[in-house]
């Protein structure tokens, strides 16, 4: 069982950034991939930037690349998103995730454990 909670989320201009982190409960932390997604009102649930259980290696939906960085702290139990230069499109509620397989994946289906989700507002 892991239990996750974001924070660090809030109101910024277009062109800033914020940076999210995502606190994970339990011993296995490590054991799993981790993954941001983030959903816009009317919209379905997208994914963002995943990191794979090491933190080698890291996915980016294609919007994002460049502006935005995943990474985790495996004895910190903490996995963060730094977002930069901001758009008013990237306004939506970001959700952590961790799923136990063995590949990192942009399906979110595929995710076992969900937080409650940060709001992310940028204003034009």
């Known amino acids: 069982q892991v239990q996750l909670v974001e924070s660090g989320g809030g109101l910024v201009q277009a062109g800033g950034s914020l940076r999210l982190s995502c606190a994970a409960s339990?011993?296995?932390?490590?054991?799993?991939?981790m993954g941001w997604f983030r959903q816009a009102p009317g919209k379905e649930r997208e994914f963002v930037a995943a990191?794979?259980?090491?933190?080698?290696?890291?996915y980016y939906k294609d919007s994002v690349k460049g502006r935005f960085t995943i990474s985790r702290n495996n004895a910190k139990n903490m996995v963060y998103l730094q977002m930069n230069s901001l758009k008013p499109e990237d306004t939506a509620v970001y959700y952590c995730a961790a799923d136990s397989g063995l590949v990192s994946t942009s399906e979110p289906s595929n995710y076992d454990y969900w937080g409650q989700g940060t709001q992310v507002t940028v204003s034009s």
């Open positions: 990191v794979t259980r090491s933190g080698r290696t890291t």
């Open positions: 339990g011993r296995t932390f490590s054991s799993y991939s």
